[in-house]
């Protein structure tokens, strides 16, 4: 029973590289999202993706794109990485979303981010 | 303006005592509200959540919170806290016009002392 799948669990870096940051869920949900946690910050909506085949903004998505690859997974891409993209990256599913929604979220156990 | 506020970067408690984490929120409508808690190195989990049902909800682990719409807090607590509930807690709002995104409070980290 994995849930929510997130490789790789570390990573560093040097400025100006790029990655990918990959997540698959097995839970047939049809919501999927990207955070970021830092130090006193809580955390962050990078790019959420409502259902298959549609991505949307979130709070802080500038240097990343993302990809709706399938129903299972949604990738998190780094063009040209940052010291400030410096964090832990979530990825988090859920049944759905609606306009207000109680879905509950299950998150991955993250990555951890250095940019040199 | 923020959604949600905690109250206390940082929380410690001595083993059996009661644990107290505050969060407000910032809405006109009653919102969902949420407390999920994350020990170290994992992901965050769902401990409890609100959806107007009943203003006191009852969690996992013996947590619970109880919904006031006058103080607009969603206060969370525990009568005796044990070493395993040191982790970090984080409450979560989902308002209307947010397209069901749930934005969080920035955190408190419970240490509990033996």
């Known amino acids: 029973n994995a849930g929510v799948t997130q490789t790789p669990k570390f990573q560093v870096l040097k400025t100006g590289q790029s990655m990918t940051l990959q997540c698959a869920q097995d839970?047939?949900?049809?919501?999927m999202y990207w955070y970021r946690q830092d130090p006193g910050m809580g955390l962050r909506l990078i790019y959420y993706?409502?259902?298959?085949?549609?991505?949307d903004k979130g709070e802080v998505p500038n240097g990343y794109n993302v990809s709706r690859l399938n129903k299972r997974e949604f990738s998190l891409r780094l063009e040209s990485a940052a010291p400030s993209q410096t964090s832990v990256y979530f990825c988090?599913?859920?049944?759905?979303?609606?306009?207000?929604?109680?879905?509950?979220?299950?998150f991955g156990s993250g990555t951890q981010l250095s940019v040199l | 303006a923020q959604s949600v506020t905690q109250l206390g970067s940082h929380v410690s408690v001595s083993e059996g005592a009661l644990v107290l984490l505050r969060c407000n929120y910032s809405?006109?409508?009653?919102?969902?509200l949420f407390w999920y808690v994350q020990y170290p190195n994992q992901g965050l989990q769902l401990l409890l959540k609100?959806?107007?049902?009943?203003?006191l909800v009852k969690g996992i682990n013996g947590f619970e919170a109880e919904f006031k719409k006058s103080e607009t807090s969603f206060h969370l607590t525990k009568p005796s806290a044990h070493m395993s509930d040191a982790a970090e807690y984080f409450c979560?709002?989902?308002?209307?016009?947010?397209?069901?995104?749930?934005?969080f409070g920035k955190g408190t980290k419970l240490s509990v002392k033996p």
């Open positions: 988090a599913s859920s049944a759905y979303r609606a306009q207000a929604t109680n879905e509950k979220l299950f």
């Open positions: 839970m047939n949900h049809n919501s």
């Open positions: 993706s409502a259902s298959e085949g549609t991505t």
């Open positions: 809405s006109s409508v009653p919102p969902y």
């Open positions: 609100y959806t107007s049902a009943a203003t």
């Open positions: 979560a709002v989902s308002l209307w016009g947010s397209q069901g995104n749930l934005i």
